[in-house]
């Protein structure tokens, strides 16, 4: 196990709705990253944070916000939904310059 | 922008076979590579990984993967694969800066036959 745990495993939304899932990072770790992980694809870089900030960000479109907290835990809050939401989301945190990334089990996230 | 590639979607062999996994990557700067691996029903986790100095790492389990940077290329090898290492190959490419944006290719599925 990786202490990285995420919550709500599975959920299923309908289209335009708002989804908040969440991870707690391994302890030590200060840096957070996600990914969402379509099927048949690898994982896919949304953001990654550092000390609550937004350290890097891929290709995903403003409706993609996240935060992160003191303890390091964090949050990624995706409105208007769109079927091609619908996705594996994978959180990792790391210690900050190592680059090595430690998974939770992921949140699958449905949208019909 | 950078990007990683795996040639190799689905491998099959049999156990005792050797194994190697292709993965080239693009980006312009330095770069650290990583594999992981997914067993069935498990998280995605560490195999391996290269930073710096020589270019052949050894990972868990028997496996080694080698730098050539010449060829962009971190391929993945085992010298005798086992049933147990049925998974999921992921690369991923990380570059040597403080953004950490990292980019996995779309992963090896590998089967080995008892």
């Known amino acids: 196990e990786t202490g990285v745990t995420q919550s709500p495993t599975h959920l299923i939304k309908t289209r335009g709705q708002q989804v908040t899932l969440r991870c707690s990072s391994q302890?030590?770790?200060?840096?957070v990253s996600w990914y969402q992980q379509a099927l048949g694809q690898g994982p896919q870089f949304i953001f990654q944070y550092y000390r609550e900030e937004e350290n890097g960000r891929g290709n995903f479109p403003p409706r993609f916000s996240g935060l992160q907290f003191p303890n390091y835990s964090s949050e990624l809050n995706v409105n208007a939904l769109e079927l091609d939401d619908s996705a594996l989301y994978l959180c990792?945190?790391?210690?900050?310059?190592?680059?090595?990334?430690?998974f939770g089990e992921g949140s699958r996230l449905t949208v019909l | 922008a950078q990007s990683v590639s795996q040639h190799n979607h689905h491998v099959i062999l049999s156990e005792a076979a050797s194994l190697e996994l292709g993965c080239n990557y693009s980006?312009?700067?330095?770069?650290?590579l990583f594999w992981y691996v997914q067993y069935p029903g498990q998280h995605l986790q560490l195999l391996l990984k290269?930073?710096?100095?020589?270019?052949l790492v050894k990972g868990i389990k028997g496996f080694e993967a080698e730098f050539i940077k010449s060829k962009f290329s971190f391929n993945l090898r085992k010298p005798s694969v086992q049933w147990s290492d049925t998974a999921e190959y992921f690369c991923a490419v990380i570059p040597n800066t403080n953004a950490g944006k990292s980019t996995f290719g779309d992963g090896t599925t590998l089967t080995v036959k008892p």
């Open positions: 990792a945190s790391s210690w900050r310059g190592t680059g090595e990334l430690f």
């Open positions: 290269y930073f710096s100095g020589d270019p």
């Open positions: 980006y312009g700067g330095t770069v650290n």
């Open positions: 302890s030590g770790h200060n840096t």
